[in-house]
């Protein structure tokens, strides 16, 4: 992987097999922000972990570029199998905090790259409703799904 990277929206990556390790399409990129900059991981590891730690923003769980162990999703269930695309992972973020699993920010150690693609799957209405379960969650406390990995009977 290169030393730089950054999270952004790529609307003009060359398809197919094997292109996306395939890191000539980045030449010639430049940060557009601040924070495209510094998520290109302009100094040391060191300094950028410095800057995780200092970071502002809130860590949440969310499907991008999460991980966890398998103990702790086990904890919480997995993912709610009833929610549709469109905030599932937040909601199992919400629910591994409540079950008191922290995670680490990592926004600048371990940038990500979205690829842009269209999302004609979006539906509003499936995103409202999963929006109303994340925040039910967060008020709630809950921690368990039973529409998880083992299923209520």
């Known amino acids: 992987w290169p030393a730089r990277a950054s999270t ?15 890191w000539h399409w980045m030449a010639g990129w430049q940060p557009q922000s601040r924070s495209e900059w510094l998520k290109s991981r302009p100094m040391p590891v060191g300094v950028m972990a410095v800057m995780d730690y200092l970071s502002p923003v809130r860590c949440n769980w969310a499907g991008g570029n999460a991980s966890a162990y398998r103990a702790a999703l086990m904890q919480v269930n997995g993912f709610d199998e009833t929610m549709r695309y ?7 973020g919400v629910r591994l905090r409540n079950a008191g699993i922290r995670g680490r920010h990592l926004r600048y150690t371990a940038p990500l790259y979205h690829l842009d693609h269209g999302r004609g799957y979006v539906d509003p209405a499936v995103q409202r409703t999963n929006r109303a379960m994340i925040v039910a969650a967060r008020r709630n406390g809950t921690v368990w799904t039973p529409d998880g990995i083992i299923k209520s009977a």
Request: hydrophobic letters at 30%; aromatic letters at 4%; glycine letters at 18%.
């Open 86 to 92: 469109g905030g599932e992972d937040k909601e199992l």
């Open 8 to 22: 952004c929206a790529w609307s003009c990556l060359p398809a197919g097999p094997g292109r996306v390790r395939a």
